[in-house]
């Protein structure tokens, strides 16, 4: 049984540009959560989706997005990208209970 | 707003031998979870194990068990038997137990475990 699925695994982006991360759920899974893990410190919540709305939202600029599919994945989109976005972006799906984490998308800003 | 605090940056243990992991956490909220989370090189966040906060007996999965002290707002983890494939990154979280789509996880800034031989 496949676990969460982020793509892509590594990715460079320069400055001002903007970026696309995906995320697959766990097949059956309806809640997607998008985490922001900065070099040496915990993961921070940047949105919740549940049947494709939006549940929750963390301390973000609105330059950050999301959105959840009819099948229950989702994409995160970060505009006018800034050195600090650099980080490690997490992807956990649940189903009413624990969540479950993908690998993350390394993404770095140039 | 709730907090989680791990104090610890770094610790090390021999291989078979016991560690314990600190967290304490800050909230007004009666009822939520906490959890040890660990993230080995991969990158992936593994649960190690579950608390719930209306539950006063401490969670245990085999080698691994925590230490909760509500009142005081503790949430330590024991390693017992240390193994080499326990080296990673450790985080405490915590997560209201009614919210909204069950709400977001806090996590604290992690504790680095290394196993020596």
């Known amino acids: 049984d496949a676990g969460v699925t982020q793509s892509p695994t590594h990715l460079i982006k320069t400055r001002g540009q903007h970026v696309t991360l995906r995320c697959s759920p766990i097949?059956?899974?309806?809640?997607v959560s998008w985490y922001q893990q900065v070099l040496g410190q915990g993961p921070q919540f940047i949105f919740q989706?549940?049947?494709?709305?939006?549940?929750g939202r963390g301390n973000f600029p609105d330059r950050f997005s999301a959105r959840q599919f009819p099948n229950y994945s989702s994409e995160l989109n970060v505009n006018a990208l800034l050195l600090g976005d650099s980080a490690l972006y997490l992807c956990?799906?649940?189903?009413?209970?624990?969540?479950?984490f993908g690998s993350g998308t390394r993404l770095t800003v140039v | 707003a709730q907090t989680v605090t791990q104090s610890q940056p770094e610790m090390s243990v021999q291989e078979a031998e016991t560690v314990t992991l600190s967290c304490t956490y800050d909230t007004s909220e009666s009822d939520y979870y906490l959890f040890w989370y660990k993230q080995p090189p991969s990158r992936q966040m593994i649960l190690v194990i579950r608390?719930?906060?209306?539950?006063?007996q401490n969670a245990t999965e085999n080698r691994f068990s925590v230490n909760f002290q509500k009142a005081a707002k503790s949430f330590s983890l024991k390693i017992s038997d240390s193994q080499l494939g326990d080296a990673a990154m450790y985080f405490c979280?915590?997560?209201?137990?009614?919210?909204?789509?069950?709400?977001?996880?806090?996590f604290g800034k992690g504790t680095k475990l290394s196993v020596k031989p």
């Open positions: 097949s059956g899974h309806k809640s």
């Open positions: 608390q719930e906060a209306y539950k006063q």
């Open positions: 989706y549940y049947e494709k709305e939006e549940r």
């Open positions: 956990a799906s649940s189903l009413g209970g624990d969540y479950t």
């Open positions: 979280a915590y997560r209201m137990r009614f919210a909204g789509s069950q709400g977001n996880l806090i």
